[in-house]
């Protein structure tokens, strides 16, 4: 059995930059589109990403996935997109700045 990183891909241009990632520390990853039903049985499946995307999570059309299972069986890292959805899923609030931090 392969232990894996499943990455939620919400369109991010950087999923395949996170991936690649993962498997120079030689973790088996893969990417799977957002909507993507996750076997949330896999033994294999150690962890998993939600990463970023060109949208925001205050969109009338924004796209959520089902947070709750997924995160009440595995470890999940948000990036981008994926940290303002578990924000504003769990009672944060995700609003725009008026200034920009380099």
Known sequence: MKEKVIILDFGSQYTQLIARRIRELNVYSEIV????????????????????SPFSVNAVDALFPPLIAVSDHFPVL???YGAQ??????????????KRVW
């Open 33 to 52: 589109p957002y909507h993507t039903e996750i076997n949330l049985s896999d033994p294999g499946i150690k962890a998993v990403i939600f990463s970023g």
């Open 78 to 80: 948000g990036i981008c």
């Open 85 to 98: 959805l578990m924000a504003k899923h769990y009672g944060g609030t995700v609003a725009a700045s008026s």
